[in-house]
């Protein structure tokens, strides 16, 4: 049966000589993984522009319930909004491939699609949109995220009770009095912190995600970060 939902791209790998396998946070199905035949293909009239990290999309898809970690079907997509500088500047595109990471780590398809679809739409078109003041954020997404995942953030004993910040350098108040700010910041203004506490807060937020989700692992893409952010 057709369906019509709307996705983020969250990655995608080759698939036997033309085709992809894609990854795609949906609204209706939540977390899914859909081959599209032909695309890297000279013919392909679509190609992989549509298929970068973070593009929003229009889809009609095949959906068959059941199929837990197995491939679905799109039968058409298109760009449902057109990024206009997270593909094309570097930091930017970088907390892309971050947020891709993390998020693909995260979410589940039997996550509070709506909801979650709704915020991570928001935070995208506004890190698209914004010239200045974006630079962390990422770390504002993973404050956020606890709270659709099953271990939000609300006050200061939350962050003490967790013994991670062995790796952190800056005092430890000011970490958590960042993060409770970030908590409680409205993203539609600007968020500005330095670039070092910005990095210890980070520091800090995968580690949290770590001991409260078993498996998290490393996160690769902070090396990146960390040098395009110094």
């Known amino acids: 049966m057709l369906h019509k939902t709307k996705g983020i791209v969250l990655n995608y790998i080759k698939y036997r000589e033309s085709s992809i396998i894609a990854r795609i946070y949906t609204d209706e199905f939540g977390l899914q993984s859909y081959i599209i035949n032909g695309v890297r293909s000279q013919r392909s009239k679509k190609g992989l522009a549509l298929l970068q990290p973070l593009t929003l999309l229009d889809m009609v898809v095949y959906h068959k ?44 398809e ?74 409680n910041h409205d993203l539609n203004a600007p968020l500005v912190l330095d670039n070092r506490l910005r990095k210890d807060c980070l520091s800090y937020m995968v580690n949290y995600y770590g001991q409260h989700i078993e498996g998290f692992g490393e996160l690769k893409s902070m090396t990146v970060l960390s040098q395009l952010f110094k």
Request: include cysteine; charge should be negative; hydrophobic fraction near 40%.
């Open 65 to 108: 319930d059941n199929k837990v970690d197995q491939l679905q079907r799109i039968s058409e997509y298109k760009s449902a909004y057109t990024l206009s500088s997270i593909p094309f500047e570097v930091k930017k595109s970088s907390i892309a491939l971050f947020v891709t990471e993390l998020l693909h780590k995260v979410l589940r």
């Open 110 to 183: 039997e996550d509070q699609r709506g909801i979650v679809f709704e915020f991570l739409c928001h935070f995208i078109m506004l890190l698209d949109q914004r010239t200045n003041g974006y630079e962390s954020m990422h770390v504002y997404l993973m404050v956020h995220l606890t709270h659709f995942i099953g271990f939000g953030i609300h006050q200061k004993s939350e962050l003490e009770k967790d013994n991670i910040l062995q790796r952190v350098n800056t005092d430890f108040n000011q970490i958590y009095d960042s993060i409770l700010y970030m908590n």
